[in-house]
T-cell receptor, first 112, second 114 residues
Framework: QKEVEQDPGPLSVPEGAIVSLNCTYS??????FMWYRQYSRKGPELLMY????GNKEDGRFTAQVDKSSKYISLFIRDSQPSDSATYLC????????????FGAGTRLFVKA | SAVISQKPSRDICQRGTSLTIQCQVDSQVTMMFWYRQQPGQSLTLIAT?????????ESGFVIDKFPISRPNLTFSTLTVSNMSPEDSSIYLCSVGEAGGYGYTFGSGTRLTVV
């Protein structure tokens, strides 16, 4: 079993839809949770990070962590064609020497 | 956040040859990381490069195959040696600081070995 599982998609939605992207994990030691966005032929860019359980909102993006279920989500409201990219979840037990484990990424297409 | 310039952006190489990938950062950073990204798979850490010391390699990666240099706090190279088609992948340079919760990545080098 992989430490982090992420549905590869692709996920195709119409413009304006609410998008839900998810990851599950097995290591209960994970404390920091991140979402990266990767456009084609580009490196991943950090979109959001959260610590422990709870929600964090940044504009149209909301990151949600449920540590009891070992489940994290990224919601995109009012999705735009420019949101079309691969979204990778990532997580780590801490800073200063702990490895960051990445999901395989979900490809998202937002149709105009 | 740091800006990373990675070269080359892509290359097609013959098996048995070597390719050196360069990573230049616009600010001094303590830790630099090299990742491999294969289609449909998660980012895999190859090694951590710290200035003034030997790189630390992850399980499954060895220095003879992936030698790394880190001559100063803004630059690193990764060499993919004696390449085979199985080395075809995207290689990414990344920087991050202890205490930071995320990393900055270069645009990657798309390597095809024929």
């Amino acid at each position: 079993q992989k430490e982090v599982e992420q549905d590869p998609g692709p996920l195709s939605v119409p413009e304006g839809a609410i998008v839900s992207l998810n990851c599950t994990y097995s290591n209960s030691a994970f404390q920091y949770f991140m979402w990266y966005r990767q456009y084609s032929r580009k490196g991943p860019e950090l979109l959001m990070y959260t610590y422990s359980s709870g929600n964090k909102e940044d504009g149209r993006f909301t990151a949600q962590v449920d540590k009891s279920s070992k489940y994290i989500s990224l919601f995109i409201r009012d999705s735009q064609p420019s949101d079309s990219a691969t979204y990778l979840c990532a997580m780590t037990a801490g800073t200063g020497g702990f490895k960051t484990i990445f999901g395989a990424g979900t490809r998202l297409f937002v149709k105009a | 956040s740091a800006v990373i310039s990675q070269k080359p952006s892509r290359d097609i190489c013959q098996r048995g040859t070597s390719l050196t990938i360069q990573c230049q950062v616009d600010s001094q950073v303590t830790m630099m990381f090299w990742y491999r990204q294969q289609p449909g798979q998660s980012l895999t850490l190859i090694a951590t490069a710290n200035q003034g010391s030997e790189a630390t390699y992850e399980s499954g990666f060895v220095i003879d195959k992936f030698p790394i240099s880190r001559p100063n706090l803004t630059f690193s190279t990764l060499t993919v040696s004696n390449m085979s088609p199985e080395d075809s992948s995207i290689y990414l340079c990344s920087v991050g600081e202890a205490g930071g919760y995320g990393y900055t990545f270069g645009s990657g080098t798309r390597l095809t070995v024929v």
